[in-house]
């Protein structure tokens, strides 16, 4: 099989702001963390993106939770590591302390500035509403630390614009490698639809690996779409719980699974974390 037909799946296990009221199989501690990750390696995802959590699930930016994780992580399986940069009234330094510290293959890197929400048809009221801030002082910021500690950005974005952002850095020659990921779902952002994204994955570089990110069940859309379009996937409780309509997954496993078998089902493979790390030009 072609390294085009290979599909990178990324598992991204914890998030942040999900919690166990709202899916029981959320994942708190370091060991509970990895034992996802090596549920979704088993499955077919050969990258893990991962927030942390203090032991009562509380979002963590210490440096000791993220080593914790990725030791426990590295104990059980060789899946790609991802750790989030993401944070709302958090210090810049706090947020990347962790990837200064531990190195991880691959960090997030928020690519803009925006209002980041959720909002209730039925309610007719927004969820939550923030400022996700990000300006390009603090983008540089976390991209210098990641050039010098050898950890490849991944640039996420939520808008076009935040797509188009990336061709000042590259020639800078501040971005060098790098992927993308295109979310997709987040109010304030680029509404989820394959139209969206079909537009969007022609913004990216030319040569850069990219993958989709759908929020909520339009996940399944989104993927398909991807898959479709020769993009790379992400799945996970950190951006939708659900199989189907009413159908809750009991952990990351299930959802990879599903991904895996969209990917076999149009004769794309999920690759093997040797094959991913080809694939994103990974060491």
């Known amino acids: 099989m072609e390294s085009s037909d290979k599909v990178v799946i990324t598992a991204a296990l914890t998030g942040v702001a999900a919690n166990r009221d709202q899916c029981k199989w959320i994942p708190y501690t370091p060991e509970e963390i990895a034992e996802e990750a090596v549920r ?39 899946i790609i590591i991802n ?18 510290d531990l190195r991880p293959e691959i960090a997030a890197l928020n690519m803009g500035t925006m209002n980041y929400a959720k909002y209730s048809p039925r309610r007719k009221s927004f969820v939550f509403s923030v400022v996700f801030q ?8 976390f991209l210098d630390t990641m050039n010098n500690h050898g950890v490849k950005p991944e640039c996420e974005c939520f808008d076009l ?23 997709m779902g987040v109010a304030g952002g680029m509404r989820a639809t394959a139209r969206n994204l079909a537009h969007a994955s ?34 996970g409780l950190e951006d939708n719980f659900y199989l189907s309509p009413g159908e809750m997954a009991e952990g990351n496993g299930p959802l990879v699974e599903k991904a895996a078998r969209m990917a076999r089902d149009i004769g794309r493979e999920p690759a093997t974390v040797e094959e991913a790390r080809a694939i994103l030009h990974l060491g």
């Not at 499955?43 to 509380?58: K, L, N």
């Not at 750790?83 to 200064?100: E, K, L, N, Q």
């Open 202 to 235: 022609t913004v990216v570089p030319a040569g850069i690996a990219w993958q989709v990110i759908g929020i909520s069940q339009d996940q399944w859309l989104l993927i398909a779409t991807a898959l479709a379009l020769g993009g790379n996937i992400r799945i």
């Open 40 to 78: 979704a390696y088993n499955a077919g995802a050969s990258a893990v993106h991962i927030h942390g959590r203090e032991y009562d699930g509380a979002p963590s930016w210490r440096v000791e939770i993220f080593r914790e994780i990725m030791d426990e992580v590295r104990k059980r399986c060789p």
């Open 134 to 141: 990000n300006p390009f002082d603090d983008i540089m910021f």
């Open 161 to 183: 614009g935040h797509a188009e952002s990336i061709l000042p850095l590259m020639d800078m020659g501040l971005l060098k490698s790098f992927q993308v990921s295109l979310i």
């Open 83 to 100: 750790f989030s940069t993401g944070a709302v009234g958090v210090d810049r330094d706090t947020r990347i302390g962790h990837i200064r």
